[in-house]
T-cell receptor, first 114, second 110 residues
Framework: EAQVTQNPRYLITVTGKKLTVTCSQNMNHEYMSWYRQDPGLGLRQIYYSMNVEVTDKGDVPEGYKVSRKEKRNFPLILESPSPNQTSLYFC?????????????FGSGTRLTVV | DAKTTQPPSMDCAEGRAANLPCNHSTISGNEYVYWYRQIHSQGPQYIIHGLKNNETNEMASLIITEDRKSSTLILPHATLRDTAVYYCIVIRLPGNQFYFGTGTSLTVIP
């Protein structure tokens, strides 16, 4: 089944403790992206990647890092998480350039930083 | 990319058609209209998209006005499972990024 898989689904951590949220897709998509979703603010893009070893900042990149060493994986790294990074995170992938069906989204990761 | 404006919330009776409007008055000629929905914090799900002609698939219909400044997503027979937040987005193809607004929260009432 074609899908985007994020892990973990839920995570509670403490301020300053480095964490990684993994994202993997099995559709051979070139393009991958991370979003965060907060009440009243909709989905906001954190980082995106057009292909292996190519990454770019989205609208809210501060406090996050990403890497794209393989086509299928696009992990989101929080080096020193803070409570304002408590949010619902989505990974998405698509062909590049974007064609008819747009993005396929993962099921989300709910992160709480205390 | 053009911005979109949607009502924050709507109700619809079960079994009736749900008509969700979207304004995109600054849309340019090569920008497409996409609709996604998000059910209770799940990942957004593609519904339909179009350029200038009306479109229909197994999920919904998309009506785009002749001047392309607005569109309407129609769910012909809404069910309780259609309760979700619906996002209208415009994007130029080929393009890189979707910008999601805050969408319309549709509640289907029994």
């Amino acid at each position: 089944e074609a899908q985007v898989t994020q892990n973990p689904r839920y995570l509670i951590t403490v301020t300053g403790k480095k964490l990684t949220v993994t994202c993997s897709q099995n559709m051979n998509h070139e393009y991958m992206s991370w979003y965060r979703q907060d009440p009243g603010l909709g989905l906001r893009q954190i980082y995106y990647s057009m292909n292996v070893e190519v990454t770019d900042k989205g609208d809210v990149p501060e406090g996050y890092k990403v890497s794209r060493k393989e086509k299928r994986n696009f992990p989101l790294i929080l080096e020193s998480p803070s409570p304002n990074q408590t949010s619902l995170y989505f990974c998405a992938s698509s062909t590049a350039p974007l064609t008819n069906y747009g993005y396929t989204f993962g099921s989300g990761t709910r992160l709480t930083v205390v | 990319d053009a911005k979109t404006t949607q009502p924050p919330s709507m109700d619809c009776a079960e079994g009736r058609a749900a008509n969700l409007p979207c304004n995109h008055s600054t849309i340019s000629g090569n920008e497409y209209v996409y609709w996604y929905r998000q059910i209770h914090s799940q990942g957004p799900q593609y519904i339909i998209h179009g350029l200038k002609n009306n479109e229909t698939n197994e999920m919904a219909s998309l009506i785009i006005t002749e001047d392309r400044k607005s569109s309407t997503l129609i769910l012909p027979h809404a069910t309780l499972r259609d309760t979700a937040v619906y996002y209208c987005i415009v994007i130029r193809l080929p393009g890189n990024q979707f910008y999601f607004g805050t969408g319309t929260s549709l509640t289907v009432i029994p």
